[in-house]
């Protein structure tokens, strides 16, 4: 019996063990029904409409703010979930036909005294005192919407996927306001969410919400609703109601139209100087087919003002994941990206438009998209549909013909908050006769375990690769699973990725392998925090098999960490274990890919272990420092990182970072010292001008760059950005290539 039909049978068998053994009496646990959250029904916050206009100006003098319903007897979540807040906050709510109006106060005798990093929008959690509100129009407990605002009227928006246990995504935008009041015992919010700016379901008398506030200076988030402290502040399990007098309808025209502009420049010494000057009209549409459906379209998109990546060393044998960063791509995003697991992604959006250039150290360089479009969003409660569709164009220069990329994802809602879907992927040359055939597709299913109180996740996918050249181990499969209650929380995940499985508009680094990684973690609550919050610890083991059916090991790494979170924020871990490595390939230790300094084949066997240290994030100046020694491989290296910032508030930090790798290795191999340094200047003048100036100085890929960006938000969600980046050559400090930027986009409504 050939080696692919013992896995696949293993696989298969695996999947139904878990389904039967785990999985169903978890089902037996879960109501299906449409009230999933009957334990949090008792918390209500009645909506009214009002008759008189709003002034947007954070103050609640406004006669409905006088007699609308007030909730309040905010409960802790952290440090404790067992006692009320200690400071009050007051929370109502009204409406008309355009809006969704909140009227927050939030007490505190140290008014004025509040801890930010900037006035820079889409800030995190973790970066100011915020009050956030979650919203799930749908009432599903699957997706929702972020909003919150820091005491300075800074606005962060976000989408929330998978229930909220994955965390949220912030690259979500949409127009919407805020504006904030500073009185003696308190800070007040006036928020209004249009309508069009969120999908819902008309006439619906409910929706799912929660209130949150983060309080830095006594290091404590606060919540409406009281749940569990092992459950984020982003869980859509634990939320209440929001009850309408009137249900609200939906718009019967919601559209977007926004234009944009570049002006580029570009000037290139590789492999001779070249300038280039072009431009770009382009834009996007955003059309609501429905309150809940999406049309997105994309034409002649730029990204020029994206942020370039943070580069890390890479002294791994296989590529590294980096996140997507482009806004057309992000949004909604999650229908395609929740598919498969970290390592096997049957669909990862970096692979269209974008492309190494073998001219310019391997430096992504982007592909021209003449169009791109998009459709996303609930059919009804039960069912979500995404189609994504880009066409790239012809690149002379890389020697590129044009392709198309679509993909197409449904998914069903099962047992209350679970999920079944599945995806198409599709990258299809343009010559389709039978000498040029040219395409790469994945299919795949994916059950996806949520349980109503979020105690449970998992996951079970199977994913079929096709190419013109069918193999019979062309396939990954995967199951995971969560057990999280406060205090424990065990992890099991194992993975089956096929030798001939490689989806080229997905991302699958290691393949002909099986992976099983079990985590384990305790955490301890002191009765006491005055000084320390939490601590735990984690044991977690990552092992690879080759898939030959004989289960050779191919890596394992087995680590114990213990960790310490600080009643004044700071953070500070151990960890040791050891590694095994059986290389099946010669491979440069260095990361550098020099085939002259190649370990040969063979097993490696080696310890390593280090401590993390953070401070006090509230402290104008912060530092952080980490340090990892030990073997590697047949050598040794010492990792050393550490990082050095200072906030001036409210205008903006500067953050320096230094990472150096020495690597030592013996005779005749070269040993090696990596550094890696990079410096942040983060300017904030006002709530609508951004100015960043990144520096990144990487020895292992000889490069250094500079990039330097200013954003002008004029309107809402409209921008003015110039950007300009170089790149030099890190041994001689020559330039390699600089660009110049200039864009305009504009949102306009109708």
């Known amino acids: 019996m050939k080696p692919y039909f013992v896995a696949r049978l293993l696989v298969l068998s695996t999947m139904m063990i878990i389904s039967k053994a785990v999985y169903a009496p978890i089902f037996a646990q879960i109501t299906p029904s449409n009230n999933s959250f009957a334990l949090f029904d008792s918390y209500v916050l009645k909506t009214q409409r009002t008759q008189s206009i709003i002034t947007l100006d954070g103050k609640l003098t406004e006669d409905i703010w006088k007699t609308a319903p007030v909730i309040e007897n905010f409960f802790q979540h952290y440090p404790t979930d067992s006692l009320p807040a200690d400071k009050r906050v007051q929370v109502q709510s009204t409406y008309d036909d355009t809006y969704l109006y909140f009227g927050i106060s939030c007490f505190d005798s140290t008014a004025g005294e509040f801890y930010f990093q900037s006035l820079r929008r889409d800030f995190t959690n973790i970066e100011s005192d915020c009050v956030v509100i979650l919203i799930d129009p749908l009432g599903i407990g699957q997706t929702g919407f972020s909003f919150r605002v820091s005491p300075r009227g800074v606005q962060s928006e976000g989408f929330v996927a998978n229930g909220g246990n994955t965390g949220l995504d912030l690259t979500w935008d949409n127009v919407w306001f805020a504006e904030t009041a500073v009185e003696k015992d308190r800070w007040t919010v006036e ?17 799912r919400i929660n209130i949150l506030r983060f309080d830095w200076k006594v290091n404590q988030l606060s919540s ?35 234009p944009s502009a570049t002006v580029l420049y570009n000037r290139s010494l590789i492999p001779a100087s070249k300038d280039q000057g072009e ?15 999406n049309l997105d379209a994309t034409i002649f998109p730029d990204f020029s003002n994206v942020g370039v990546d943070r580069q890390i060393t890479n002294l791994s044998r296989f590529s ?3 996140p997507e960063q482009r806004q057309f791509f992000i949004e909604n995003s999650d229908l395609f990206s929740q598919f498969g697991v970290a390592q096997v992604r049957p669909f990862f959006s970096r692979t269209i438009g974008l492309t190494n250039d073998p001219l310019n150290n391997g430096m992504l360089a982007p592909l021209r998209i003449p169009l791109g479009v998009r ?22 220069r890389l020697m590129l013909a044009t392709q198309n990329y679509s993909v197409g994802a449904l998914q069903r809602r099962v ?7 599945i995806i198409f992927v599709n990258r299809q040359g343009r010559n389709f006769n039978e000498e040029g055939n040219d395409f790469n597709r994945t299919l795949g299913a994916d059950f996806n375990l949520l349980s109503d109180d979020g105690t449970w996740q998992g996951k079970v996918f199977f994913h079929q690769n096709f190419t013109p050249t069918q193999h019979g181990d062309q396939f990954a499969s995967a199951g995971w699973l969560r057990y999280s209650i406060p205090g424990i929380e065990i992890n099991w995940n ?19 392998v099986w992976r099983w990684q079990p985590v384990m973690t305790r955490t301890f609550y002191p009765d006491n925090r005055t000084t320390v919050n939490e601590h735990s610890i984690t044991l977690e083991q990552d092992t690879y098999f080759d898939n030959s059916g004989r289960f050779t090991l191919l890596d394992n790494s087995s680590f114990l960490s213990y960790n310490v979170n600080f009643a004044n924020t700071m953070n500070a871990t151990l960890v040791g274990g050891s590694i095994y490595t059986r290389l099946t390939f010669p491979f440069d230790p260095t990361g550098r890919g020099n085939k002259d300094n190649e370990l040969s084949v063979g097993e490696y066997k080696y310890w390593r272990f280090g401590a993390d240290f953070s401070s006090d994030i509230r402290s104008l100046l912060i530092f952080s420092g980490s340090v990892r020694a030990g073997g590697y491989f047949n050598g040794s290296n010492i990792n050393i990182r550490g990082s050095l910032g200072y906030r001036f508030q409210p205008f903006g930090s500067i953050t320096l970072a230094v990472q150096q790798d020495h690597i030592t290795l013996p005779q005749p191999l070269q040993s090696a010292q990596l550094t890696l340094a990079s410096l942040l200047l983060d300017l904030t003048p006002t709530r609508n001008i951004f100015m960043t100036a990144f520096f990144q100085y990487n020895t292992q890929l ?21 950007v300009y980046t170089d790149n030099f050559d890190a041994t001689t400090f020559a330039l390699r290539t600089r660009s110049v930027a200039l864009k305009l986009t504009y949102w306009l409504n109708i």
């Open 191 to 207: 928020i209004a969410i249009p309508f069009r700016a969120i999908r819902f379901e008309s006439g619906r008398k409910n929706w």
């Open 224 to 258: 409406w609703t009281r749940y569990p402290i092992n459950f984020g502040s982003t869980s859509l399990a634990h939320t209440g109601r929001l009850e309408w007098d009137t249900p609200p309808q939906s718009s019967s025209l919601n559209m977007s139209i926004i």
């Open 279 to 293: 431009y770009n009209i382009g834009g996007d549409i955003k059309y609501g087919i429905t309150p809940n459906l």
């Open 320 to 322: 590294i994941f980096f």
């Open 375 to 396: 459709l996303t969003g609930n059919l009804d409660e039960n069912w979500r549909v995404g189609i994504l569709s880009m066409q790239t164009a012809t690149s002379e």
């Open 415 to 421: 047992f209350g908050r679970s999920n079944i879907g």
């Open 494 to 512: 194992h993975e089956y990725i096929g030798t001939y499985y490689k989806p080229e508009v997905g991302f699958a680094p290691r393949t002909g």
């Open 702 to 722: 000889n490069n250094v760059n500079l990039n330097t960006r200013i954003q002008w938000r004029f309107a809402p969600m409209s921008d003015v950005f110039l």
